[in-house]
């Protein structure tokens, strides 16, 4: 593999007849690509070129390899015309894993967007919470929320998830106004399904101050937006993004909650199997990163 560069240095000089032109078209100096020329002769152990004042000709073996070394050459060339290509008019299929709560509030606009710019890209989105395996499912991006588990896996950190408490004017109105965190201890909660404890802590942040809360109600799930629709309803307070719960604050069925505290933000990510993308994903990825951190800097 070390003797690609060298062979395709000898066929822009065996192009051009000439070092110096041949240097010029490369942006090299005329004495390095002369070095690496003669190194690569002595490497074969023939010389390929036959070099006078005013110009170069090959040999006889010059001449043969030079056959072979221009296929070479020109296929990588071709490769990296087709790879260039895709950048302008990227196609193919990508295969996208998120969980529906957040494709529903996230990739649903941004999907129709990229669909859109790009016409001959087809996709296949598989919603589910659970941690699919890029490499046997054939997966080219996960899009996951919260702390990473330790893994070979390419990561890229897109932003972060800001929430905040909420819960209907019905509820508040029945079941009384909150001036500090500690009243959430007599408030029925809706909470995140992650154990089978009856009780969850949720960890609360004003500036520097920080406090967890045990909290408890009647109603787990591991649906956000199953939650978003119980606290729209009047069942309880729940800890949602701010993005989410947007459109229901603005219609009024949701009120914000002890605004001046904020749960920790959380991590999104984009996992792929490998660094080396092919165009349509590494595209998709750009689109995604300036949508997220487009969201978190109108404070959404």
């Given at each position: 593999m070390e003797l690609l560069p060298?062979?395709?240095?000898?066929?822009?000089?065996?192009r051009a007849k000439n070092f110096s032109v041949a240097a010029r078209a490369i942006g090299m100096p005329v004495s390095s690509v002369s070095r690496r020329v003669a190194e690569l002769e002595a490497?074969?152990?023939?010389?390929?070129?036959?070099?006078?004042?005013?110009?170069?000709?090959?040999?006889e073996v010059g001449a043969e390899y030079f056959e072979r070394c221009r296929s070479i050459v020109e296929a990588a060339e071709a490769?990296?015309?087709?790879?260039?290509?895709?950048?302008?008019?990227?196609?193919?299929?990508?295969?996208?894993s998120a969980t529906p709560d957040f494709a529903s509030t996230?990739?649903?606009?941004?999907?129709v967007e990229f669909?859109?710019?790009?016409?001959?890209i087809t996709f296949e989105c598989d919603l589910t919470p659970r941690a699919v395996d890029l490499v046997a499912e054939s997966f080219d991006v996960a899009i996951r929320v919260g702390k990473l588990p330790d893994s070979q896996i390419t990561a890229r950190r897109l932003g972060s998830a800001r929430g905040g408490l909420f819960a209907s004017p019905g509820y508040l109105a029945r079941a009384g106004s909150l001036a500090a965190p500690r009243d959430l201890e007599g408030h029925e909660c809706v909470r995140v399904l992650r154990?089978?404890?009856?009780?969850?802590?949720?960890?609360?942040?004003?500036?520097?101050?920080?406090?967890?809360?045990?909290?408890k109600g009647r109603f787990v799930a591991n649906n956000i937006r199953f939650?978003?629709?119980?606290?729209?309803?009047?069942?309880?307070?729940?800890?949602?993004?701010?993005e989410m719960a947007r459109p229901e604050v603005e219609?009024?069925?949701?009120?914000?909650?002890l605004p001046a505290w904020s749960p920790p933000a959380v991590p999104i990510h984009a996992l792929s199997p490998s660094r080396l993308l092919p165009a349509r994903t590494r595209l998709f990825l750009d689109c995604l990163s300036r949508n997220i951190q487009g969201i978190e800097a109108t404070g959404g």
């Open positions: 060298d062979m395709a240095l000898f066929v822009a000089v065996a490497r074969i152990g023939l010389p390929l070129l036959n070099r006078t004042t005013r110009k170069v000709e090959l040999t490769a990296h015309g087709d790879l260039k290509g895709q950048l302008d008019n990227p196609r193919g299929h990508l295969r996208v996230f990739l649903t606009p941004l999907f669909a859109r710019v790009y016409p001959e154990s089978t404890d009856d009780e969850t802590t949720w960890t609360l942040r004003r500036g520097e101050e920080q406090i967890a809360l045990a909290v939650l978003l629709q119980l606290a729209t309803l009047g069942i309880g307070i729940a800890a949602l993004d701010l219609a009024g069925r949701l009120v914000r909650v």
